[in-house]
């Protein structure tokens, strides 16, 4: 079955990076398009970026354009977020997310969902 | 972006009972509507898309309806493990948004 297990949170500074990894296994996954999603401690889910299938073209929320990077390693079956110049409103658990089939856009519904990693950002 | 609200904000209700979340979207999404579980501590959960499509093994009690702004998901029976929040989600434009959420508990 698909499965997605993300790793790489944890606490780190303002102003720190922070790169969380996403490992995909049960599908094609150089065939989809991936999302993260993020949730806010007690607060509800915002989307955070969507990369295609082969990486050709990123997207990415507002709050975090020009900070965050997506990126993906099709060889390794893995999905990434590169997190720079982090605020305090980034705490939040982050989840990667499979869109429903291979023609994913930028704006998809999410099924399945992985277990999410927490990153803190405090002093 | 499309802003996304759901009414009650939470609720209490008890074993058996029939409940029913409304979603409203800011603007037209034709039936581009999701609807998510989540429990606490867990991963959200899809039960429905295409604002009225259950998800494959999600119970039959769970049904969605609504086009266009307005949009309602309704628990037949709702039993015990339903106790959670739910939230609806619009794929009609990006960036997709998320509605604040609904919580159901036991009264």
């Known amino acids: 079955q698909v499965q997605l297990v993300e790793s790489g949170g944890g606490v780190v500074q303002p102003g720190g990076s922070l790169r969380l990894s996403c490992a995909a296994s049960?599908?094609?996954?150089?065939?989809?398009?991936m999302h993260w999603v993020r949730q806010a401690p007690g607060k509800g889910l915002e989307w955070v970026a969507f990369?295609?299938?082969?990486?050709?073209?990123?997207y990415y929320a507002d709050s975090v354009k020009g900070r965050f990077t997506i990126s993906r390693d099709n060889s390794k079956n893995t999905l990434y977020l590169q997190m720079n110049s982090l605020r305090a409103e980034d705490t939040a658990v982050y989840y990667c997310?499979?869109?429903?089939?291979?023609?994913?856009?930028?704006?998809?519904?999410?099924?399945?969902w992985g277990q999410g990693t927490l990153v803190t950002v405090s002093s | 972006a499309i802003r996304m609200t759901q009414s009650p904000s939470s609720l209490s209700a008890s074993t058996g009972d029939r409940v029913t979340i409304t979603c409203r979207a800011s603007?037209?999404?034709?039936?581009?509507l999701a609807w998510y579980q989540q429990k606490p501590g867990k991963a959200p959960k899809l039960l429905i898309y295409?604002?009225?499509t259950l998800q494959s093994g999600v119970p039959s009690r769970f049904s969605g309806s609504g086009s266009g702004t307005d949009f309602t998901l309704t628990i037949s029976c709702l039993q015990s493990e339903d106790f959670a929040t739910y939230y609806c989600?619009?794929?009609?434009?990006?960036?997709?948004?998320f509605g604040p959420g609904t919580k159901v508990d036991i009264k």
């Open positions: 989600q619009q794929y009609y434009s990006y960036p997709s948004t």
């Open positions: 990369i295609r299938y082969d990486g050709s073209n990123k």
């Open positions: 997310a499979k869109p429903p089939g291979v023609g994913a856009t930028p704006a998809d519904w999410f099924d399945p």
């Open positions: 603007q037209g999404i034709s039936s581009y």
């Open positions: 295409a604002a009225s």
């Open positions: 049960g599908f094609t996954f150089s065939s989809y398009g």
